[in-house]
């Protein structure tokens, strides 16, 4: 068993395949990064349920049932024992495209908490970040900056930002 990260204070988390042979372990409170079949990928925070149940992000699975879904997706799943944290956000989603490399962060510290920046793949580091008070309106803004850039298209999030403001002031 590789890649096993024990916890000697708490409770492991198992993670199988579909055939209930055991992947690896973290600790409870520990976090996994899932790979999609596109590249795409997404850090999550796993939450110990009993032996066999997980919250994975906000949903509980059952072990296997985490499993099978990953397979049927395409995805992977591993470990992340270093959680990667940019000033005090904590990086929950990225995704490459082209040279280009967007993440989606969270910093429940933060007067915005959401955080959208773009880097790219051959360097360290983000810029052009774009902040936001919800999650929802993060997440359209790092879907949309990818799209953008798949499409060779400028993306003016400020244009969004007035969108979403006219849509809660009508409200």
Avoid at 68 to 79: K, L, Q
Avoid at 81 to 86: D, G, H, L, M
Avoid at 152 to 168: A, E, N
């Amino acid at each position: 068993m590789s890649g096993n990260i024990h916890n000697p204070h708490g409770n492991d988390i198992r993670f199988i395949n579909s055939d209930y042979e055991e992947l690896f372990r973290i600790p409870d409170g520990g976090y996994i990064t899932i790979t999609q079949s596109n590249g795409e990928q997404f850090v999550r925070k796993c939450t110990y349920h009993g032996e066999c149940h997980v919250d994975i992000g906000s949903n509980v699975f059952h072990i296997c049932e985490f499993a099978e879904r990953m397979e049927r997706n395409g995805s992977t799943y591993a470990p992340c024992p270093e959680p990667e944290i940019v000033h005090g956000y904590l990086i929950t989603d990225r995704t490459a495209v082209h040279d280009k490399l967007f993440v989606l962060a969270h910093n429940p510290k933060a007067v915005q908490p959401w955080v959208t920046w773009q880097g790219r793949n051959d360097s360290p580091g983000y810029d052009w970040g774009h902040y936001w008070s919800s999650r929802t309106e993060a997440w359209s803004d790092y879907f949309r900056r990818a799209d953008a850039e798949r499409m060779g298209k400028l993306y003016d999030h400020t244009k969004f930002y007035k969108q979403q403001r006219s849509r809660h002031d009508a409200r």
